[in-house]
C-alpha cells in the first residue's frame, strides 16, 4: 500500500517560468488537498477536490494557480509565471471520502524554489 | 488568518523529559487534529480529538481540548531523541460539502538534547 506521492520532489526556476506538480493520492481516497509551506511556517491551504471536482478554490493566491484532477485520482498544481514569493515546500494530502474528522495522509512535499 | 497558534514557537529539552505544546484557535470546532512534521516534509497524523472530549491518549501522547478556552495542548512523556520535530495543530471549523479544511497553525519547532 503506497502512501501520497509527489513529484517531483525539487524543482528550481527561473522567475517566469511555469512549473507543474504532480500529486498521487492513495488508491481510493475521494478527498485530495493541495498545501503550501513556507520557511518555518504553518500550511497554507490551497485547493481541495473531492473525486474530479474543486469545491473550494478559496485559497489558490492569485490566478496565476489552478489545478486539476483526472480520474478522481492524479492530481496537478500549475504555476504560471512563477515570482519569488512562490518559493514554498508544496504538500498534498489525501483521505477517505472528505468527510469531517478524518485523517489527512501527505506527501513528501515538492520544494520549488524560484531563481 | 491562522486559526491556531501554537505556543511556543520553539522548544528544547534533554531526552527522558515531558513536552507540552499549546494551540489555541478562534472559532468554534468539530474536531483538533496534532500532526508531526519532519525535516520539513510531509506531515504525520498523530492524534485527533473531537470537540465532546476532554482529554484522549496515544501512547506517550496525551493530547486535552477545553472548547470553553478554545485551547489544546499535547504532552509527549519520557522524550527521545526521535520526537524531534515540528508539531502542528489543525482544527476543521469549516466545512465545504461535508469536507474538512484544516486550518494549520504555525507550529512548535520540539528539539530533544541526548
Known amino acids: 500500500g503506497a502512501g501520497v506521492s509527489q513529484s517531483p520532489s525539487n524543482k528550481v526556476t527561473e522567475k517566469g517560468k511555469d512549473v507543474e506538480l504532480r500529486c498521487d493520492p492513495i488508491s481510493g481516497h475521494t478527498a485530495l488537498y493541495w498545501y503550501r509551506q513556507s520557511l518555518g511556517q504553518g500550511l497554507e491551504f490551497l485547493i481541495y477536490f473531492q473525486g474530479n471536482s474543486a469545491p473550494d478554490k478559496s485559497g489558490l493566491p492569485s490566478d496565476r494557480f489552478s489545478a486539476e484532477r483526472t480520474g478522481g485520482s492524479v492530481s496537478t498544481l500549475t504555476i504560471q509565471r512563477t515570482q519569488q514569493e512562490d518559493s514554498a515546500v508544496y504538500l498534498c494530502?489525501?483521505?477517505?471520502?472528505?468527510?469531517?474528522?478524518?485523517?489527512?495522509?501527505f506527501g513528501p512535499g515538492t520544494r520549488l524554489t524560484v531563481l | 488568518s491562522q486559526q491556531g497558534e501554537e505556543d511556543p514557537q520553539a522548544l528544547s529539552i534533554q531526552e527522558g523529559e515531558n513536552a507540552t505544546m499549546n494551540c489555541s484557535y478562534k472559532?468554534?470546532?468539530?474536531?483538533l487534529q496534532w500532526y508531526r512534521q519532519n525535516s520539513g516534509r510531509g506531515l504525520v497524523h498523530l492524534i485527533l480529538?473531537?470537540?465532546?472530549?476532554r482529554e484522549k491518549h496515544s501512547g506517550r501522547l496525551r493530547v486535552t481540548l477545553d472548547t470553553s478556552k478554545k485551547s489544546s495542548s499535547l504532552l509527549i512523556t519520557a522524550s527521545r531523541a526521535a520526537d524531534t520535530a515540528s508539531y502542528f495543530c489543525a482544527t476543521d471549523g469549516v466545512l465545504i460539502q461535508g469536507a474538512q479544511k484544516l486550518v494549520f497553525g504555525q507550529g512548535t519547532r520540539l528539539t530533544i538534547n541526548p
Open positions: 494530502a489525501s483521505s477517505l471520502a472528505g468527510l469531517a474528522g478524518i485523517e489527512q495522509f
Open positions: 472559532t468554534s470546532i468539530n474536531n
Open positions: 480529538i473531537r470537540s465532546n472530549e
